[in-house]
């Protein structure tokens, strides 16, 4: 064999075992799409915390009351829903209000009780066999 076809057959090797890779790859239009996806405002952010808190306020509640409580469709909701969970950043805000809401809601209503000191047990001794 000579130089061009070593090369020629490499080349064809290649493309065969990294051709079924590269067509996985997403088309540079469903990129474009992707990146222009509307951005959420600090408003329906809000609205989504609110909605989720007036919910883990009163357990009874369907996702459908609340959002007609704020005055938008569940369909528009779950559109906002969608946008937050695409951004990490939006995801772990949110997390983070329903967490401090659920800590500042006391179960009981009254203070917590602290937990009473340990106490430390006395030294075990050993035990020897019978001789």
């Given amino acids: 064999m000579n130089r061009r076809t070593v ?11 990294t051709g079924p890779y590269v067509a996985s790859w997403p088309a540079a239009q469903e990129a474009d799409e992707s ?6 405002s600090g408003a329906e952010l809000q609205l989504y915390i609110d909605v989720y808190s007036a919910m883990q306020a009163d357990h ?15 369909e528009k909701f779950r559109e906002i829903e969608r946008r937050i969970q695409t951004e990490q ?31 430390s047990s006395p030294p075990q001794r050993e035990i020897l066999p019978a001789q």
């Fill in 7 to 17: 090369v020629a057959v490499c080349g064809l090797v290649w493309g065969v075992a």
């Fill in 35 to 40: 990146e222009a996806a509307p951005k959420v």
């Fill in 60 to 74: 009874d509640l369907t996702i459908e009351e609340a959002v007609r409580q704020h005055g938008i469709s569940l």
């Fill in 89 to 119: 950043r939006l995801v772990e805000k949110v997390r983070l209000a329903l967490l401090n809401q659920a800590k500042s809601r006391n179960f009981w209503g009254a203070q917590p009780t602290p937990s009473p000191p340990s106490v």
